[in-house]
Every structure is written in C-alpha cells, then in structure tokens.
C-alpha cells in the first residue's frame, strides 16, 4: 500500500495480490461458460493455478478460455477420486 516504496521495488509501483486476481474468476466465470441442466457444480479447486505476470495497481483485467473438451456424464452419486 506504500506506493512511494513500491516504485522503488522490482515492479515500479504496486501490484494486485494474485489471489485477489484469482477472485475475480467469479465475476468472469459466468460470462464464459454456461452449463445448462446440471443439479451440482463442485469446485475441484486451483492446484494449477498460475501466476506469470503482476496485475498493477488500476490496470484493465480480462479474461479468456479455451475449452479442450467436454462430455456428459451419467447421472449418479457423487465419486471421489481414489474410487
């Protein structure tokens, strides 16, 4: 929050915390993909998430996708990974 110390630090000024960056998947995530007919969503969590560049303070976010496939599962009890 000390942006006179922050200009002086490796990124020239204040950055976003990349887990406020990740937040806002939320806002995005219904603008990207809908899912029609579904009675649950389960949320596997971010094990891949990564972080490559800053988000400076006031910068513009957007957001993208890329689908690489998709399938309709038979309905059923909910099954963990292990079995």
Do not use: W
Request: glycine share 12%.
């Amino acid at each position: 929050m000390d942006a006179e110390r922050a200009a002086k630090g490796p990124f020239g000024g204040t950055i976003a915390h990349g887990f406020l960056t990740l937040a806002l998947v939320n806002y995005f995530l219904p603008q990207l993909l809908t899912a029609e007919g579904m009675k649950l969503e389960l949320n596997y969590g971010c094990d891949r998430v990564r972080f490559p560049g800053v988000v400076r303070s006031g910068a513009r976010v957007r957001a993208r996708r890329r689908s690489s496939a998709s399938r309709r599962r038979p309905a059923g009890p909910c099954r963990s990974r292990s079995g």
